[in-house]
């Protein structure tokens, strides 16, 4: 059984073994070779039969260490327990054969029998290197008896004392190192696992990560800071990191230099990134590292920081739907107070303007208020039509099918031009949700865009399922479906962008500013969410996430 355990523990330490090894065929080389010399300077006083003795244990010996360094060193091979042993017998004999021909007890080279036994001790099992002194003992005790016929001397038995000692001791010392190795072994294997998992996971999270140290050089930066910053690590290296961030960022740059001045960490801060024509709000965390306590350079700090436009995005959402919830309060509150006094005075004047004692400036005057009252009647429809957008009938519809009958509906709109250019793309997408309601969108975000280009715009409306890589970040889960309405025209000025979505914000001569105001209040109707991307001279896309299930329950 212990030749399975002499095994385990070789095969932990390979190579360790092969050095120990290399210097055991170096050092049975050298003692052989010595012999062999000393034996042949000294030929006229050594018999015939000792110097037979000495070159066959030299050949013999050039012979075994090469085809051991051979087998262990050239081919590489793993040395096995039989192995261990050859070798541990083969230099028993070989320190036998020494001491025989150098004077038995009395020879000098019987403490070469003490390195055997330590060679065994580190190489093999506490239980091998028993076995091993054993062997040496006998064969020492042995030569001494019939080699060189002496008495069993206190002297012998003390070195045979010693080779036990020896065996036990360096024995034990071997298997506590084992032991030791082992768990160090086993700890650079966890701290290696530890390592490529932190290495996975900050190449992976899509915040950006940097350490730079404490003279401005980047010592790390994962894939996703290069993408945020716009920047190649490899590049960065060479040069002044801290420079180069301070033009991308100047409070990430200040937050880092903070935190290696004072030493503390900055949480939750705030800033921007540029690169190129883009610049974009981060949230950003910023951590120093202690430096050894003699150094006196500045500690190195890692910055964490995040790309918070989503966040910032839907911030707003929430906010907007609140100021849309109480402006729609109150205008169905004022619509109602106002349409009841507003039909009596415009029936009042019509029967005015009727009669037959009225002059003709009476009834141009009559015709006008009339005229007026109809349009402030038809803009109270408008109020009563925003403040009443609620999911009142959810069932299943195709999104698709619907944004068509939209589309249809605009080419037959007064104020859709001649060669409007609107198609719909997609399959059919089914959902749950208010028919009503979703024509609506369509028809007014087209609508809008056809009056905003006035006619000259291409709109293109796109229906599919949302892919979990295209939903912004901080979307609920349960989005699924995705209306996207893109038109080529002149794009919304930053100062209407800005409130595009409040009630009786317009940039059209004549509109209301209530069209957009009910698509946000719509698609909120359906629990989703509503975006806008516009550039000037180049076009607007609005970009509206749904979800294609539960809304059943929530028009219950």
């Known amino acids: 059984m212990f030749g399975f355990h002499a095994a385990d523990r070789i095969r932990e330490a390979i190579p360790q073994t092969q050095s120990l090894l290399r210097w055991v065929y170096v050092g049975r080389v050298c003692v052989a070779t010595v012999v062999f010399v000393a034996a042949a300077f000294s ?102 008896i019939w080699g060189h016929p002496v008495a069993l001397t206190l002297s012998l038995w003390l070195q045979i004392g010693v080779f036990i000692a020896v065996a036990l001791a360096t024995g034990w010392l071997a298997s506590r190192v084992r032991v030791v190795g082992a768990q160090s072994r086993e700890l650079e294997r966890e701290v290696k696992r530890l390592k490529l998992e932190a290495g996975d996971i900050l190449r992976e999270i899509s915040g950006g990560v940097v350490t730079v140290s404490g003279d401005g050089a980047l010592l790390y930066a994962n894939a996703s800071a290069e993408r945020l910053l716009g920047f190649s690590a490899i590049d960065a290296v060479q040069g002044p990191f801290l420079d180069f961030l301070r033009a991308r960022s100047e409070e990430l740059y200040r937050a880092i230099e903070t935190t290696q001045r004072d030493g503390r960490r900055q949480v939750r801060a705030e800033g921007t990134i540029t690169v190129g024509s883009r610049t974009f709000p981060i949230g950003m965390t910023t951590t120093p590292h202690d430096n050894p306590l003699d150094s006196e350079e500045l500690p190195s700090v890692t910055a964490i920081f995040t790309d918070i436009s989503d966040q910032k995005r839907l911030n707003e959402l929430h906010l907007r739907t609140e100021r849309l919830e109480a402006v729609a309060q109150l205008s169905a509150s004022l619509a109602h107070e106002i349409k009841n006094p507003l039909a009596s005075i415009r029936s009042s004047v019509e029967q005015l303007g009727r009669s037959a004692r009225s002059e003709p400036d009476d009834r141009f005057l009559a015709e006008l208020v009339v005229r007026e009252s109809d349009r402030l009647s038809r803009l109270l429809s408008e109020f009563l039509d925003f403040s009443r957008v609620k999911l009142t009938d959810a069932h299943q519809v195709d999104l698709c099918a619907i944004a068509q009958m939209a589309v249809d509906l605009v080419h037959e709109h ?15 997408v089914e959902m749950q949700g208010d028919e009503d309601l979703l024509h609506r969108i369509v028809f007014n975000l087209v609508l809008n865009a056809l009056q905003a280009s006035s006619g000259e715009a291409e709109i293109t409306v796109a229906v599919h399922r949302a892919r979990v890589s295209e939903l912004p970040v901080g979307l609920p889960p349960d989005i699924a479906v995705k209306l996207r309405v893109t038109d080529t025209g002149p794009g919304i000025p930053q100062h209407i962008r800005e409130r595009l979505f409040d009630p009786f914000v317009t940039g059209r001569e004549g509109g209301t500013g209530l069209g957009l105001a009910i698509v946000q209040r719509a698609v909120e109707a359906h629990r989703g969410l509503v975006f806008v991307d516009s550039v000037l001279g180049v076009g607007t896309t609005f970009s509206i996430y749904l979800p294609d299930k539960g809304l059943k329950e929530a028009a219950a």
């Open 43 to 144: 030929f006229e006083t050594v018999s015939p039969g000792l110097l037979v003795i000495t070159s066959a244990g030299a050949f013999l010996s050039l012979f075994v260490t090469g085809w051991s360094a051979f087998y262990t060193h050239v081919r590489n091979r793993q040395p096995s327990t039989t192995f261990l042993y050859s070798q541990m017998l083969f230099d028993l004999g070989l320190v036998t054969t020494v001491v025989h021909v150098t004077g038995g007890v009395n020879s000098d080279f019987a403490s070469l029998y003490i390195l055997v036994i330590a060679v065994s001790a580190v190489t093999m099992p506490l239980r091998s290197t028993v076995l091993v002194t054993l062997a040496a003992a006998m064969l020492y005790i042995a030569d001494s």
């Open 414 to 428: 007064p104020d859709c031009p001649d060669g409007a250019r609107v198609r719909v793309e997609g399959d059919a």
